[in-house]
């Protein structure tokens, strides 16, 4: 049973726009939460993180939004640039130690 | 400082062969994890080390699984007898602490194909 989801398994945005990649989870007691990238060949990197007590934080070009109500977050990558094409999975971690995984949506970013 | 190191990084054994994956952590992080994702599916937990101690296993899918970490620094992951559905890559994972805001860091994984 998938507790997180990421529901578009790729997207292509232009140079310079902004990427918007959404999740969806269906455990309420998630109460922090993960983005991670990962590029072929390699182990996937953190990128950025919210805790359930805020519903945004921003790290450089890179937003998380969190709507607990709608148990939905999404990353905002503004401007997209083509070092940023990989796939981009969203975790969620509750009272455990294991981060919960959605399949991951891969970005392509063309010039 | 050198990140999360597995050995090997690709791995092709027969079916009911045994194959041993090898961690590092990162040098102080007492925590470690084991993921692995199988085909078209999501990267899923096995089990969390603190120090030597298994913290959580609750994601091993079998007893074909063993993981064990002597003394606390690099941890192995045992499969026996190996079976087509353990191909996969498997990531190993550490963090200085276990709580939210301790960056988990991922290794390189290692891939196994079961033939």
């Known amino acids: 049973d998938q507790q997180v989801k990421q529901n578009s398994p790729s997207l292509s945005v232009q140079e310079g726009r902004i990427s918007i990649l959404n999740c969806d989870y269906t455990?309420?007691?998630?109460?922090?939460f993960l983005w991670y990238k990962k590029y072929p060949a390699e182990g996937p990197t953190f990128l950025i993180s919210?805790?359930?007590?805020?519903d945004k934080n921003e790290d450089g070009r890179f937003t998380v939004f969190l709507n607990k109500s709608a148990k939905h977050l999404s990353l905002h990558i503004v401007p997209s640039q083509p070092g940023d094409s990989a796939v981009y999975f969203c975790?969620?971690?509750?009272?455990?130690?294991?981060?919960?995984f959605g399949k991951g949506t891969s970005l392509l970013v063309t010039p | 400082e050198a990140g999360v190191t597995q050995f090997p990084s690709h791995s092709v054994i027969e079916k009911g062969q045994t194959v041993t994956l090898r961690c590092d952590p990162i040098?102080?992080?007492?925590?470690l994890y084991w993921y692995r994702r199988v085909m078209g599916k999501e990267i899923k937990f096995l089990l969390h080390?603190?120090?030597?101690?298994?913290?959580?296993e609750s994601g091993m899918p079998n007893n074909r699984f063993l993981a064990e970490r002597t003394g606390g620094t690099y941890s192995t992951l045992k499969v026996q007898p190996a079976e087509l559905e353990d191909s996969g890559v498997y990531f190993c994972?550490?963090?200085?602490?276990?709580?939210?805001?301790?960056?988990?860091?991922f290794g390189e994984g290692s891939w196994l194909t079961v033939v």
């Open positions: 994972a550490s963090s200085r602490g276990w709580s939210s805001g301790n960056t988990i860091y």
């Open positions: 455990n309420s007691m998630f109460d922090y």
């Open positions: 919210i805790s359930s007590i805020k």
């Open positions: 975790a969620a971690m509750g009272s455990g130690y294991a981060l919960n």
């Open positions: 040098s102080g992080h007492d925590n």
């Open positions: 080390f603190v120090k030597e101690s298994k913290q959580d």
